[in-house]
């Protein structure tokens, strides 16, 4: 009776031994080496605070007086000339880039420009602005003419202005392929204007609006174009600690891995990526970031993402055809 329960437990532990166990891989922790992350260019989103809205030009301001009785309507003559008046812009020591007077653009403003014989005056309109026609008051003592620098996209058209006595008033009107520029010109004898250009308020404001569509149209991409369905591999482990930051979902398609990280995940939040061959040796590999997805640009046997020192938060990806040992015998 007991040989009979003695070759039971022999026969059951042999059963036991052979039931398949939990394995795990063998990845040696001292051989994994960093990946290098390659720099993509993506346009980093910005915050508009407050739009450019149209602002009286000085002069246009007027107090409000009391109303003590009906004024008389002005006449045509007078309120043309005290719009005018309003309207012009005169130049101003922080308007000046080195020689350069620099004005805000605002549509209907006049621009004085000072001028004086002997001397050319550069009016500069903005990269890539086309000239249409140029149009002066007094074209018999006033010289104006008009040329280029730059090429491509960096072309720049030029107006000159020079006049041929002190003391001459007129006006120039310039039309572009953008906008209309009015110009008050005026000529003396002691100083000039070597140089006037426009910045330009509601193009920097609609270049900032495109700077984030363009953002989140980033964002939005998927992790690659072009990837078959048929060669996607899903057969990884996700193992380790579990931070915020561990990737929900680790595949390839034959030639890249894709590691997805958790949505909302911020650029400064990703950690760095540690890779180990198929064959347990350390391997260089390049890597991308586009939205939530690592883009590793060949196959690994194992990789590592951690962040911190110590302690360091480790979430270890393998791949299930990595050798693998026993988690009962060691071998």
Known sequence: MTRFLLASSATALLAACATPLPTEPV????????????????????EIVETAIALPLPGQLKPVEPAAGKKSPKTPTAAIKEGRAGAVVEPSSDGFVNAVQIYPYTEGALYRLYASPGQVTDVALQPGESLVSVSAGD?????????????GSAARAHILVKPVAAGLRTNLMIATDRRTYHLELESTASTYMAALSWRYPQDELAGLAARNTIAAAEDAVTAGRGVSLETLNFDYRVTGDTPD????????DGRQVFIQ???????SEMPPLFVLSAAGEAELVNYRVRGSY??????????????GTKPQTVVRISTANATRKSRWFGG
Do not use: C
């Open 261 to 267: 990280m958790p949505a909302g995940i911020s650029a």
């Open 294 to 307: 690592y883009i590793v640009d060949r196959l690994f046997g194992a990789a590592e993402l951690r962040h």
């Open 27 to 46: 990845i040696d922790i001292g051989n994994f080496t960093a990946a290098i992350p390659l720099a993509e260019p993506k346009p980093e989103r910005v």
């Open 139 to 151: 074209t018999v003592r006033w010289v104006v003419g008009d040329t280029a620098s730059g090429s």
């Open 245 to 252: 930051w561990k990737p929900v979902r680790v595949f390839d």
